[in-house]
């Protein structure tokens, strides 16, 4: 049985590609293995969301040609976002490369690789001599309705949570970013086949699923009529809520534009909508805001979370945010750094601005040095861990409400365990008896980000 390798950089949209690759080779016979030294198939899925993101996965794949060595026959390819938007030049920076397959292709990356691996296995029973170079396949082509591609799941896995795929790509024009060059048009999946989906999901044991889009808010706008006022977004959840064995339904990212109150709304009537969301602010600077091609004003966004806080008062919130945009003065930076101490988010993912190929922000003038990206990006992080040090200490002694995933990476005698507001908090307890149950924690310890607490369950 030959064996696979996927190593996956970028987005759960990423990982959730991967999951797809790697069941359709469990189909096909393959074994999917964390030891890249077995594998006869390697395959890395790629990022294109900042430099730092590419050179990791180019130099993953430049180390693992050793494997060669030993296994000759070994098939590389590359998926995903720098797939796409590299294409053919990855064979020139990747000589041992066999494979480049875009985001619209992930349901043929096994076809391929397989077809590759078959043919070289045969030849080598021929000739032992034979060289394996030649073989190169590179599909970025685009491809009417792929987003219902991405829809099934590996089966031998007791992980109570699970993504799901709602819609792919991008409409909008943000200056800094390379997504609607890599993931193409906005594509929704019709409700029935998502909430088909998540029933077979739940049917496994699955209990809690977030909903993954690029702006997952603009679910189905072009495609699917709104309901009642609703949109196609607000209606899919509410198809999602009603399955049973469901018990937590959680989304990322949506974008301001398209928030509006059917959504806000949503959380007031749908109690299995967990009360966290990943709202992507950007900037705190309307300046900024605008050169970012973002068309919403900070105003707009601070009312969309008002508006979230009063519909479920335990509502947590966590952002990304760019430092070091072209032409950011200090007073731009204030602005953003005060928006954070007034929204006080729960956590923030703080990223210096990388110029992008193909992106106009790459072209303007005023590009900051790394050392000016670096120390807003410090002094930034400093405001934002001293927050949501704070929120995570006054949990200490409070009763949550937690879903049990599993054995703690970090530590495998533990189990990892998840409130409704994305804090991980860490227990000691059976897992045959606590994963895959929501029931209530005792937190009694925090040290900083990682809360402890004691399952409160007979
Ligand atoms: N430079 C830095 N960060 C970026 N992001 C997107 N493009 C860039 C870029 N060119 C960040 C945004 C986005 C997150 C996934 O990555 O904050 O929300
Ligand atoms: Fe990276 Fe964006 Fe592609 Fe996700 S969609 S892998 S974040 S470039």
């Known amino acids: 049985m030959p064996n696979v390798f996927i190593k996956t950089y970028g987005c759960q949209m990423n990982q959730r590609d991967s ?3 790697a069941r359709m080779f469990t189909e096909g016979g393959y074994t999917v293995t ?8 390697i395959l890395v899925n790629t990022c294109s969301v900042r430099d730092q993101a590419e050179q990791k996965a180019l130099g993953k794949m430049g180390s693992m040609v050793r494997h060669r060595q030993k296994r000759p026959h070994v098939v590389y390819g590359f998926m995903g976002c720098m797939a796409q938007s590299r294409g053919q030049e990855l064979f020139q920076n990747v000589p041992h490369l066999d494979v480049v397959v875009g985001t619209q292709k992930y ?3 096994f076809e391929y690789v397989d077809g590759i691996l078959q043919n070289r296995l045969e030849r080598r029973m021929d000739d032992l001599k034979l060289t394996y170079k030649g073989d190169h396949i590179c599909d970025v082509e685009e491809e009417k309705d792929s987003q219902n591609t991405i829809k099934d799941h590996v089966n031998n896995t007791t992980d109570p949570t699970a993504f799901v795929s709602i819609m792919q790509g991008c409409n909008m024009k943000c200056s800094y970013c390379i997504v609607p060059d890599t993931r193409g048009r906005e594509r929704g999946r019709p409700i029935a086949e998502i909430v088909e989906e998540c029933k077979t999901l739940a049917s496994r044991g699955v209990k809690e699923v977030t909903l993954l889009g690029q702006i997952v808010n603009l679910y189905g706008r072009t495609e699917f009529p709104k309901v009642d006022g609703k949109s196609p977004f607000v209606q899919l959840l509410e198809a999602v809520h009603e399955i049973e064995g469901i018990d ?3 989304f990322t990212s949506p974008h301001p534009i398209g928030y509006r109150d059917d959504l806000v709304e949503a959380f007031t009537y749908l109690p299995k909508l967990c009360s ?3 709202f992507p602010m950007q900037s705190g600077s309307d300046k900024i805001l605008k050169a970012m ?3 919403y004003k900070n105003e707009k966004f601070v009312e969309i979370i008002k508006k979230m806080k009063a519909a479920r008062p335990d509502m947590a919130i966590t952002t990304d945010i760019i430092v070091g945009f072209p032409g950011e003065t200090e007073e731009d930076f204030m602005d953003t750094l005060n928006t954070v101490k007034e929204l006080e988010f729960d956590n923030c993912f703080v990223f210096r601005y990388s110029q992008r190929r193909n992106t106009p922000a790459a072209e303007m003038l005023e590009q900051h040095t790394e050392k000016t990206k670096e120390d807003r990006n410090q002094r930034l992080l400093a405001v934002v861990n001293e927050i949501a040090q704070r929120k995570n200490h006054a949990l200490i002694g409070t009763v949550q409400e937690v879903l049990c995933t599993g054995p703690s990476k970090n530590n495998p005698n533990t ?6 507001q994305n804090k991980i908090v860490i227990l000691e307890g059976n897992p045959d008896r606590l994963v895959g149950k929501v029931f209530k924690a005792k937190i009694t310890e925090c040290t900083g980000f990682t809360l402890y607490g004691t399952p409160l369950i007979d």
């Open 248 to 250: 937590r339904i959680r």
């Open 415 to 420: 189990l990892n365990s998840r409130t409704p």
């Open 276 to 278: 966290h969301i990943h």
């Open 107 to 109: 349901h043929k990356v």
């Open 19 to 21: 999951e797809q690759v």
């Open 34 to 41: 964390n030891d890249e030294f077995e594998a006869d198939a």
């Open 293 to 295: 091609r973002r068309p």
